[in-house]
């Protein structure tokens, strides 16, 4: 799993180390595909490097761009292990990252399920309640039902196929890491009909931006 580390250092050094140093300009108000791209490119250009160490000319674009980079190291292609970031102030840029991080960890949880057999997967599903999740199975209705227990607001989300349960599962995951002050109950099973139904979504790559969007990117532009 790719390591992102925010430093204040302006040198080409890591642990006292030297390592390769590059500056990265990137769009104003990016889009995830934009960022998903640009992440690529710069990993692809850089396989041979275990650390590398990244000036960006806007910080505002650094957790949208670090959460790209994770997503695009998820296979582990390359020798790439630590992307270290420039920033002005490490603190403050941990705590603007940490929903970023949290989404990291449970789009990489979603890609697990997704690369599972399914019965495996569904399995795994039922042990998430470590992270305050209940998850409860209906054998007659052959459903499963996850809840996020806070405010009194409470969402619901359903899931008819096994693409879109790996999704509902993503966004739970999400909510439980960051503590959600809302509450949300997701029904996974084919006559589960409340709430927001999750599409069939074909691809890997769509179940990452379906997760996204409705996350961290939900009240963007």
């Known amino acids: 799993m790719l390591e992102i580390v925010f430093d204040e250092g302006k040198d080409a050094l890591f642990m006292g180390q030297s390592c390769k140093m590059q500056k990265l300009e990137t769009e104003a108000n990016p889009t995830w595909t934009q960022a998903r791209s640009f992440a690529q490119k710069i990993i692809e250009n850089n396989a041979e490097e275990r650390v ?60 697990d399920l997704y690369h599972m057999e399914e019965k495996e997967a569904y399995a795994d599903i039922k042990r998430l309640g470590y992270l305050g999740l209940q998850v409860k199975e209906d054998y007659i209705k052959k459903q499963i039902t996850v809840k996020w227990q806070a405010g009194e607001k409470l969402k619901y989300y359903s899931a008819q196929t096994t693409n879109a349960a790996f999704v509902l599962v993503g966004l739970f995951k999400f909510w439980a890491i960051t503590k959600a002050d809302t509450s949300y109950i997701g029904i996974i099973g084919n006559t589960a009909e409340e709430g927001e139904i999750i599409p069939n979504l074909k691809s890997e790559n769509e179940m990452i931006e379906y997760v996204i969007n409705h996350t961290v990117r939900k009240n963007a532009n």
């Not at 960006?56 to 292609?77: G, H, M, Q, T």
């Not at 390359?78 to 990252?97: C, D, G």
Request: hydrophobic share 45%; aromatic share 12%; proline share 3%.
């Open 52 to 111: 590398l160490k990244v000036q960006f000319d806007k910080e505002s674009n650094i957790p949208l761009f670090s959460l790209a980079f994770c997503v695009e190291a998820y296979d582990e292609k390359t020798k790439l292990e630590t992307l270290v970031i420039e920033v002005s102030n490490s603190k403050e840029m941990i705590a603007v990252f940490a929903p970023y991080a949290a989404l990291n960890n449970a789009v990489r949880y979603m890609r």
